[in-house]
């Protein structure tokens, strides 16, 4: 990603706030990218209405979709002066879809979506919508949390440095690219973080004189000399490397926890619709365990399963 040109900003009517819709906002301000604000909207008692006429159905769709027009015009207006808005609203009963297919349609840079706040937990919850977004959508997928993005503040860029294959490094220089492309647009700071598995539990068992001390020093050593070669390479400073031992879903929110970060870039790849993989990871567990904005990402040549 070296600029942004076209932003889609999925909105929630079930929401006062619309996250998605103010990040893309401050966004579009630094990158001059044009915005349109996206609704799919669908009420299932349209399918109860077989004994209406075919003209009687379409004039309830049109209502439907005229009344969130109404409201999306409400939102953006006071932005027109200075931003390029437009909307657009369709009849879709898979929201997720509607999103894709629109992309793939319009050639779209970046998709928006605010997330839900559970009030209980205090954490942030993803719905399908999103996972769906993170796994199948072929631009990159940003979704939003409550704070907003502070000056001089942090991007945490989830690589796996000692991944050999190409597919994965690719992605590993995709993510710190994008990671600075931002950072560069909103003032902050890039940090790199990887993470090792240690020694198995069952091989220091099964093998009494295996040294496992010796092990996990060489294990750590080697993803500490592969972070630092990749961050070097993209002028990332030592300090901002952190490398530490553990599953990625544990390491990567305490770090960003630790260093208030403001967003996470990843790499997800879809696998046959079922699941995303973050390095060879499972993508849910690391963003599930995530309380600040978050920007998926697909390795190049990715082709979203909704590509005809």
Known sequence: MNAIKKILAVLDPSKEQQKGLLRSFELARKSGASITAFLSVYDFSYEMTTMLSL???????SAVIKSREDWIK?????????????LKVVWHNRPFEAVIQTVL????????????QHDTLKSVLFTPTDWHLIR??????????????????SILAAVHSSCEDKEHQGLNHKIIKDAQF??????ADVHLVNS?????????????EFNVAEFNTSVKNHHLKCTAELAEQFSVAPTHCHVKEGLPEDVIPVVAN????????????????????????????????????????????YKSPLDK
Do not use: F
């Open 136 to 153: 199948k959508c072929p631009c990159p997928v940003l979704l939003v949390k409550e704070h907003d993005w502070q000056k001089q503040g």
């Open 55 to 61: 003209e009687e159905r379409d004039l309830m769709r």
């Open 196 to 208: 090792y598995a240690g020694t198995p539990i069952n091989i220091a068992i099964e093998i009494p």
């Open 105 to 116: 349609s319009d050639g779209y840079d970046m998709v928006i979506k605010g997330t839900h």
């Open 258 to 301: 630790e260093l208030d970060v403001e967003l996470v870039v990843i790499g997800t790849v879809g696998r046959t619709g079922l699941s995303a993989a973050l390095m060879g990871n499972t993508a849910e567990h690391v963003i599930d365990g995530l309380n600040c904005d978050v920007l998926a990402l697909k390795p190049e040549g």
């Open 74 to 86: 409400s939102l953006i207006g006071p932005y027109l002066n200075d931003l390029n808005i437009d």
């Open 182 to 187: 931002i950072a560069q647009l909103v003032q």
